[in-house]
């Protein structure tokens, strides 16, 4: 992260030195035009009077002539420092990042250099869908020449179209979604037919008294969720109240926060994509995160390799050479490493509960066998190898 903010200290004064160039450019300029066009009125009324050139008028055209080449160069100079501005941003960013990092990846992590190309070109248009960017992913698509499923594209399309509805302070295309995933939506404990209800109903309550009866009327929508949001509803109801004299200036004003919107658009995004088996955020942008934090870790394990000369340390595709803390935001799910054999465990080499409880990986078990017997490296049980039971996290 410093280098990262070393870099930014450059930019922000090369953009400092732009405003400041542009501001002074400009006061400059309107100057001598106002100086000059002082000056040619000043000549136009000798000239209609058929007066000669003076000599006080020649000594202020020369001043003029002189000013002009002054302001020009001092602007082209200030102008050129701008350039060395720049480069030097071009400096520190070449001073602080590694130009080549390809070699912190196993060359064995990729099976060929077109799948590698595949697997990042897919990664690439799905965020451009999940981030609504459908024009860009279906160019994307074309110029790749890469063949999309209409399977994998209708997800993002129906949620895109929902989202852009609900920016737009359309209720409806998500009413109607919720509605027709209703069940699938109670399996997950999801709120979120409720409350496009709910913010219908304070848009009701917003018309002022006029909208008391639909808003009365609507209320019957509430009936299936009176018993897990009681008090929600009991909150709304006597917001009505207030309603002739202005819900803006009633203990209830906090129902028109606009803050609202915000929540129902992430509300509807994580349960759709819940419901229909997608990532809330995008894989790609999660891959992007985790790998900035995990870049100088891999680059100072790489300078080490190097140095020592022992590259077989890094063989397997699916496993890092060193082990790298990305916080708890990058936990997706539980790991387990062998205390035996510090490796983490893989489908290849699950987790094994022994008989008396310790858990050890299958290849550490394997290695323990003596004599057809299996003695606990934490306790001293012995027992059959083939009673330890195989744990899925």
Request: charged share 20%.
């Amino acid at each position: 992260m410093e280098q990262c903010a070393s870099v930014e200290r450059e930019v922000d004064r090369v953009l400092q030195k732009f405003l400041t160039y542009g501001q002074h450019c400009e006061q400059s300029l309107e100057e001598l035009l106002h100086y000059v066009g002082q000056l040619r009125a000043e000549l136009a009324s000798a000239a209609l009077q058929g007066a000669p050139l003076s000599a006080t008028l020649s000594l202020v055209m020369s001043q003029c002539c002189r000013k002009i080449k002054d302001t020009v160069q001092k602007l082209a100079s200030d102008h050129k420092d701008i350039h060395s501005s720049v480069s030097r941003v071009g400096k520190a960013i070449d001073r602080n990042f590694d130009s080549e990092i390809c070699g912190v990846v196993s060359d064995a992590v990729w099976d060929s250099r077109e799948k590698q190309q595949q697997v990042l070109q897919m990664a690439i248009v799905e965020h451009l869908y999940q981030q609504g960017m459908l024009s860009v992913a279906e160019e994307l698509c074309q110029e790749s020449t890469l063949n999309v499923d209409l399977d994998f594209k209708q997800p993002f399309l129906e949620l895109n179209r929902i989202l852009e509805a609900l920016h737009e302070q359309d209720l409806g295309p998500a009413l109607e979604w919720a509605v027709s995933h209703r069940q699938r939506l109670l399996e997950l404990n999801s709120s979120l037919e409720f409350k496009l209800h709910r913010l219908h109903f304070i848009r009701l309550l917003a018309g002022g008294p006029e909208k008391q009866l639909e808003a009365l009327s609507y209320a019957r929508h509430f009936q299936p969720f009176a018993r897990l949001h009681q008090r929600e509803i009991q909150v709304m109801m006597g917001s009505l109240v207030y309603l002739r004299l202005g819900l803006e200036k009633s203990p209830y004003c906090h129902l028109l926060d606009n803050s609202h919107w915000a929540e129902i658009c992430e509300t509807f995004t994580r349960d759709a994509c819940s419901l229909l088996g997608l990532s809330v955020e995008s894989p790609l942008s999660v891959s992007f995160a985790s790998g900035c934090v995990a870049l100088p870790v891999l680059m100072n394990i790489k300078a080490v390799i190097e140095q020592r000369q022992c590259t077989g340390v890094w063989s397997h595709k699916d496993e890092l050479p060193i082990e790298i803390e990305l916080g708890m935001k990058c936990w997706y799910h539980s790991v387990f490493a062998c205390p035996i054999l510090r490796q983490q465990t893989s489908d290849s080499n699950p987790p094994i509960k022994l008989i008396c409880g310790h858990v050890i990986s299958r290849d550490a078990l394997n290695k323990l066998i003596n004599g057809g017997k299996l003695k606990c490296p934490y306790c001293p049980m012995e027992q059959n190898p083939a009673d330890g039971k195989r744990i899925i996290f």
